[in-house]
C-alpha cells in the first residue's frame, strides 16, 4: 500500500506498507511488512520492519523481524501462540 490511510485498518490477509505508504491508526492483520511509516496500534501474527520502514506506537505479534536500519518506538507484547486476533482489540 501507498499512499496515505487513517483511522482503523481490519482484515484477515496480510497488508504491505511501501515506502511511500502511510499509516496513522490501528492496523489488524495477519502479517504486516513495513518499508513506510505505521504510526499508532498494531495486532498482527507477524510484523516485518524493513530497513527503511519505521513503526511508533504499540504492537502485538507472535512474530517480530526488524532489519537493520528499521526503526520501532513504542511498546511491544507477544502474544501466545494461540490466542486469536480477533479478540486482541477487544481487550
Do not use: W
Not at 487513517?6 to 513495513?34: H, M, P
Not at 504510526?39 to 516485518?48: H, I, Q
Amino acid at each position: 500500500m501507498d499512499g496515505v490511510i487513517e483511522g482503523l485498518v481490519n482484515t484477515a490477509f496480510d497488508i504491505s506498507v511501501g515506502k511511500t505508504g502511510k499509516i496513522t491508526g490501528t492496523v489488524k492483520a495477519r502479517e504486516v511488512v513495513v518499508s513506510g511509516v505505521v504510526e499508532g496500534s498494531l495486532v498482527c501474527d507477524r510484523l516485518e520492519l524493513l530497513c527503511c520502514g519505521s513503526l511508533k506506537g504499540d504492537v502485538a505479534y507472535r512474530t517480530l523481524v526488524i532489519q537493520a536500519g528499521g526503526r520501532f518506538v513504542g511498546e511491544s507484547r507477544e502474544m501466545k501462540v494461540n490466542h486469536p486476533l480477533k479478540q486482541i482489540g477487544n481487550q
